[in-house]
């Protein structure tokens, strides 16, 4: 992997880790346990109910997390980055025996759930900390959702100032939580070791065999103790697969399982602590510096996942996913921290709404596993065909020829079963659709749409644009009958396409009757990985004396500065100067008509309220804004 963080010290990329993959999975102890024995009908559990759910839970996070995404999933990297998109991104690059579509559909989908989990994540975590003031004085219950909602209310406002300040701090804190996880479950631990006897499986098979019906949603009340796991795939390209695998193993993993266990020690020597096990653990002078701890540990866990949905959304407007829209940097060093002002508006509403509607962390239970059980059935049967994939290029390929080296049988192997348990989850999970679960489906349905209808809507914007622009012969057969006047100056004109000559170049042409000095046609292309190593990124084509094509490729997690790769093409012969450039942009005035088959008219009136309101091309590209012509048409789609 090539990355700044890759030449950091373990020990340092450990304890960054501590703080932005795992805060979301850290919080899951302040509901899971009592979420699942709950889900059982146990007012009053007793010992088999208590040790077949701790059996549950520990075999849960062994599979899910430490088996699948620890050792198999954080191998299959796309150049060192990781998350659904990345590998979809790196589907396309193989024959896979799933069609392109389907491939897309489901990126997407997983996509769109994960910006739900972005929402009730902050919702969760945040209110579930603040319920322990109830054990502190009864009169705290009223004040619950307000204080929960300022706090909200707090975070989403401070994410315009970035993560770098108080970054520092989140691993070190995240750091003392796991600590603290472990010391409270090891304390309580030593009051009953027979706890220590969920360790073997047959605990959980046995009370799941002994609860019928209900099995299913225990099963999904377990899957909350793995939400966030699918995040150190999603984190793999901020730090690395060996810090992350370091600090679960280390850290992160013995910690949780010292809690959870734990509280299923207190839990044995007194049931009706099933209130709140989590804060129970305590004596009651600790109570309120535990919960000050707990409510910083769900910040931390709601800066992560607001983080991973705006680089999320990043990388969507570079696919073509999404609308340009305002993008801040956040930090002066690391690329990826941003900032998106719409999707922070978006975010805050959201969590505040599921907040208000909800108003407990047992309530909001119900819609949080099925967003994270579907975007991790999604992400497993992506691999399982990537691997598949890889497998069959390896096996075609002769024996001792050149090329990638084939994937480990055995990751296909386990995978495979894995799925077959993720999917168990998911049909679990799809019981609470009616009590809540509809929320991420509904808000995930709807990014997806919003998604489709904005890639769609481009795809036929461009044809239309295509339909007339010319063919580069034509131009230069029109401009042998008609020589234009030559001016000085370097002219840019932006195109998405990589063949014929732009409409807004032939605008220009047609109505000012001037060509200029120097006349370069700039395209740039997203590829399906990362980065873009830069001897690949600039392609200088020459069209005729004074007429230069400049193609360019970049990165989903690059930005776009079109100076930046003027300047590149300089390096490789080009001879202008950037600094004197004009830049000669197309504003389409975009109409939908009934008569132009292809999107619902609902559609096509959605796309022109997203492609009026997104962001300025030019500021998108990063051009100096006095250095802008813009040139106006119109397209009906």
């Known amino acids: 992997?090539?990355?700044?963080?890759?030449?950091?010290?373990?020990p340092k990329l450990a304890l960054a880790a501590l703080g932005v993959v795992f805060g979301d999975?850290?919080?899951?102890?302040?509901?899971?346990?009592?979420?699942?024995?709950?889900?059982?009908?146990e007012t009053l559990p007793g010992p088999e109910a208590i040790l077949g759910v701790l059996s549950l839970i520990f075999w849960t996070i062994a599979l899910t997390v430490s088996l699948k995404y620890v050792l198999i999933v954080l191998r299959n990297d796309n150049k060192g980055e990781g998350g659904v998109l990345a590998l979809m991104a790196l589907l396309t690059q193989h024959r896979s025996e799933l069609p392109m579509k389907v491939i897309i559909v489901m990126g997407v989908a997983g996509t769109a759930l994960f910006f739900g989990d972005g929402a009730l994540t902050p919702a969760v975590t945040v209110l579930s900390a603040v319920e322990g003031l109830k054990l502190a004085s009864p009169a705290f219950s009223e004040w619950v959702v307000p204080i929960t909602v300022l706090i909200l209310l707090v975070l989403f406002t401070v994410q315009k100032h970035g993560t770098g300040k108080i970054g520092v701090w989140f691993g070190p804190v995240m750091l003392l939580w796991f600590v603290t996880l472990g010391v409270m479950g090891l304390w309580n631990i030593g009051a009953n070791m027979s706890v220590l006897?969920?360790?073997?499986?047959?605990?959980?098979?046995?009370?799941?065999?002994?609860?019928?019906?209900?099995?299913?949603?225990?099963i999904a009340g377990a899957f909350l103790a793995v939400t966030g796991g699918e995040a150190l795939y999603a984190d793999l390209g901020h730090f690395g697969r060996r810090p992350i695998q370091f600090a679960w193993l280390s850290v992160v993993w013995p910690g949780l399982l010292l809690c959870y266990f734990g509280q299923g020690a207190l839990l044995l020597e007194n049931p009706e602590a099933l209130r709140n096990p989590f804060y129970l653990m305590v004596p009651q002078n600790a109570l309120v510096p535990l919960v000050i701890l707990a409510s910083a540990a769900s910040v931390i866990a709601s800066q992560s996942i607001i983080s991973g949905v705006f680089s999320i959304a990043q990388q969507a407007q570079?696919?073509?996913?999404?609308?340009?829209?305002?993008?801040?940097?956040?930090?002066?060093?690391?690329?990826?921290?941003?900032?998106?002002?719409?999707?922070?508006?978006?975010?805050?509403?959201?969590?505040?709404?599921?907040?208000?509607?909800?108003?407990?962390?047992?309530?909001?239970?119900?819609?949080?596993?099925?967003?994270?059980?579907?975007?991790?059935?999604?992400?497993?049967?992506?691999?399982?065909?990537?691997?598949?994939a890889r497998q069959a290029e390896a096996s075609a390929r002769p024996e001792g020829a050149p090329g990638a080296p084939a994937p480990a049988g055995w990751m296909l192997s386990l995978l495979v079963p894995l799925t077959l348990i993720?999917?168990?989850?998911?049909?679990?999970?799809?019981?609470?659709?009616?009590?809540?679960?509809?929320?991420?489906?509904?808000?995930?349905?709807?990014?997806?749409?919003?998604?489709?209808?904005?890639?769609?809507?481009?795809?036929?914007?461009?044809?239309?644009?295509?339909?007339?622009?010319?063919?580069?012969?034509?131009?230069?057969?029109?401009?042998?009958?008609?020589?234009?006047?030559?001016?000085?100056?370097t002219a840019v004109f932006l195109t998405s396409q990589r063949e014929g000559i732009p409409r807004t170049l032939l605008r220009n042409l047609r109505f000012n009757g001037v060509l200029h000095e120097n006349t370069i046609i700039v395209s740039v292309t997203t590829a399906r990985v990362p980065t873009v190593s830069q001897g690949k990124r600039i392609t200088v084509i020459p069209v005729m004396p004074g007429l230069w094509r400049v193609n360019a490729n970049i990165g989903f997690k690059e930005d776009i500065s079109i100076p930046g790769l003027l300047r590149d093409a300089e390096r490789l012969g080009l001879s202008i100067e950037v600094d004197r450039v004009t830049y000669y942009l197309g504003r389409e005035q975009i109409q939908a008509e009934k008569q132009q088959r292809g999107m619902a008219m609902w559609r096509k009136r959605l796309f022109l309220i997203m492609a009026r309101n997104a962001e300025f091309a030019g500021a998108s590209f990063q051009l100096p804004p006095n250095r802008i012509v813009e040139m106006s048409g119109y397209i009906s789609i």
């Open 197 to 218: 006897q969920a360790v073997n499986p047959m605990y959980a098979v046995s009370f799941l065999l002994g609860h019928g019906a209900v099995s299913l949603a225990v």
């Open 25 to 41: 999975i850290g919080t899951s102890p302040l509901y899971a346990l009592r979420a699942c024995l709950m889900a059982g009908g």
């Open 1 to 10: 992997m090539d990355s700044q963080q890759s030449r950091e010290p373990m």
């Open 318 to 388: 570079q696919l073509g996913l999404l609308p340009r829209m305002k993008t801040m940097q956040t930090s002066e060093s690391a690329v990826g921290q941003v900032y998106l002002p719409v999707v922070n508006a978006v975010l805050c509403a959201a969590a505040i709404g599921i907040v208000l509607v909800f108003r407990s962390s047992e309530a909001l239970a119900n819609a949080y596993g099925i967003a994270v059980s579907s975007t991790m059935v999604i992400e497993t049967l992506l691999l399982v065909v990537l691997l598949r």
């Open 422 to 489: 993720d999917l168990l989850f998911f049909v679990a999970n799809a019981e609470k659709i009616p009590a809540g679960g509809w929320f991420p489906l509904a808000f995930g349905g709807l990014v997806m749409m919003v998604m489709f209808t904005w890639q769609n809507g481009r795809a036929a914007v461009t044809h239309q644009l295509h339909r007339q622009e010319s063919p580069v012969s034509s131009f230069l057969a029109g401009l042998e009958r008609n020589p234009p006047l030559r001016v000085p100056g």
